[in-house]
Structure formats: structure tokens, C-alpha cells
Nanobody, 119 residues
Framework: QVQLVESGGGLVQPGGSLRLSCAASGSIASIYRMGWYRQAPGKQRELVAAVTTGADTNYAHSVKGRFTISRDNAKNTTYLQMNSLKPEDTAVYYC?????????????WGQGTQVTVSS
């Protein structure tokens, strides 16, 4: 069993910053990819940013240059630094982790954390 615990969401004014954290725990052998997705009301869940064990990253076009994803492999934790936030960044942000456990693979989601950008 793998658990993902997210933190760091909240209310921020346009132009502000937030940092999200997601810690994975459980019977984890390895995590080869961690990522952040978001879902706004009435819209589909979309990839925001992802990072592999080798630190390869990819970002949604809408957040490039404003958001930075990082990862602490020793702690099985990923971070999403969000700067220059815009109202259109408002959404529930979900952490995702994919890797291996003893006996197989896993792909888990966190419970989600609300990010609201509003004046």
C-alpha cells in the first residue's frame, strides 16, 4: 500500500506564490515518476508538471516559466513551486506517483489540495 500526502494549497492573490508538497510513503521499492495534475470546475484533469527519478521534467505550456517541479528522491517527496499565479491557475491540484512495490507496480493519486487565486 502506498499513501500520498499533499500540503501547501490555499488562497493567494494574483501574482503571488505557493509551494505544494507531496510525500509518498508505504512499501515502496522505487518511484520512477512523480507529477502534479489539476482539475478546475467543469474541466478535465490536466498535467501540470512531472519529474522522473533522473530529474527529467515536463510542464504544461500554460505554466512554463512560472512553475517549477522538484523532487527529493531520498524522501520520496515532490514539490511544486508556483510563482506569478493567475486566476486561471485556480483548481484542485493532485499529486501522482508511479513506481514499484514488492511484487508489482503502482500508480497512486493524492487526495487533492485546493489552490485559489483571487483578489
Amino acid at each position: 500500500q502506498v499513501q500520498l500526502v499533499e500540503s501547501g494549497g490555499g488562497l493567494v492573490q494574483p501574482g503571488g506564490s505557493l509551494r505544494l508538497s507531496c510525500a509518498a510513503s508505504g512499501s515502496i521499492a522505487s518511484i520512477y515518476r512523480m507529477g502534479w495534475y489539476r482539475q478546475a470546475p467543469g474541466k478535465q484533469r490536466e498535467l501540470v508538471a512531472a519529474v522522473t527519478t533522473g530529474a527529467d521534467t515536463n510542464y504544461a505550456h500554460s505554466v512554463k516559466g512560472r512553475f517549477t517541479i522538484s523532487r527529493d528522491n531520498a524522501k520520496n517527496t515532490t514539490y511544486l513551486q508556483m510563482n506569478s499565479l493567475k486566476p486561471e491557475d485556480t483548481a484542485v491540484y493532485y499529486c501522482n506517483a508511479a513506481g514499484t512495490v514488492v511484487g508489482g507496480k503502482f500508480n497512486y493519486w493524492g487526495q487533492g489540495t485546493q489552490v485559489t487565486v483571487s483578489s
